[in-house]
């Protein structure tokens, strides 16, 4: 398995978004988060998830990478590309 990654909601403040973080051992865990956190929306194909740097955040030190999907916009941030 690769090495480990957290990763939070995007959410209106930095606080807010930190209470939702989770550790994941691949993009695949990550994307069956996703898929449930999202379930209404019937989300199905997450072939077009994007995962890249955004920025370092020294609030919390993390370099930020932004995961977002065309056509649904940001779900939120990792701490690392996830392998």
Do not use: Q
């Not at 030190?61 to 701490?79: A, L, R």
């Amino acid at each position: 398995m690769g090495k480990t990654f957290l990763y939070r909601d995007h959410r209106g403040t930095l606080a807010d978004s930190m209470t939702t973080v989770r550790e994941f051992n691949s993009k695949r865990e990550l994307i069956d988060h996703l898929k449930e956190k999202v379930a209404i929306f019937k989300i199905d194909d997450f072939s077009g998830l994007e995962i890249k740097f955004y920025c370092y955040d020294d609030r919390i030190d993390w370099d930020c990478y932004i995961v977002h999907m065309e056509g649904y916009g940001v779900f939120g941030f990792t701490n690392a590309i996830p392998e």
